[in-house]
Nanobody
Framework: QVQLVESGGGSVQAGGSLIISCAAS????????MGWFRQAPGKEREGVAV??????????VDSVKGRFTISRDNDQNTVTVRLQVNSLRPEDTAMYYC?????????????????WGPGTQVTVSS
């Protein structure tokens, strides 16, 4: 059974940094893609960053480019994906979810993604 567990969220002041992590396990084969999505109260879930196994291709939503960095480590039975978040802004406040899929993780179509973690809260104060 695939499980994704996020950690590392918290409260920071604007301009601060965090690293949020996701430990994913239970795969028969490593997922082709993993990513981070976020949802603020009253808003739809939006894609933040994704990374693909082949070549380590990454993609970011425009609002986080240059501030966030996604990375991935494949261990024997566990995949860890991290999101380094820098220069945080109050508008980055949201629940951040880790997600994975055997095929694709489209930033603009999160409902198509198969596996999800429970989320970790990031709160940025001004």
């Amino acid at each position: 059974q695939v499980q994704l567990v996020e950690s590392g969220g918290g409260s920071v002041q604007a301009g601060g940094s965090l690293i949020i992590s996701c430990a994913a396990s239970g795969y028969t084969l490593p997922p082709n893609c993993m990513g981070w999505f976020r949802q603020a109260p009253g808003k739809e879930r939006e894609g933040v960053a994704v990374i693909y196994t082949g070549g380590g291709t990454t993609d970011y939503v425009d609002s986080v480019k240059g501030r966030f960095t996604i990375s991935r480590d494949n261990d024997q039975n566990t995949v860890t994906v991290r999101l380094q978040v820098n220069s945080l802004r109050p508008e980055d406040t949201a629940m951040y979810y880790c997600a994975s899929d055997p095929l694709f993780c489209p930033l603009d179509h999160p409902t198509s993604i198969k596996y999800w973690g429970p989320g970790t809260q990031v709160t940025v104060s001004s």
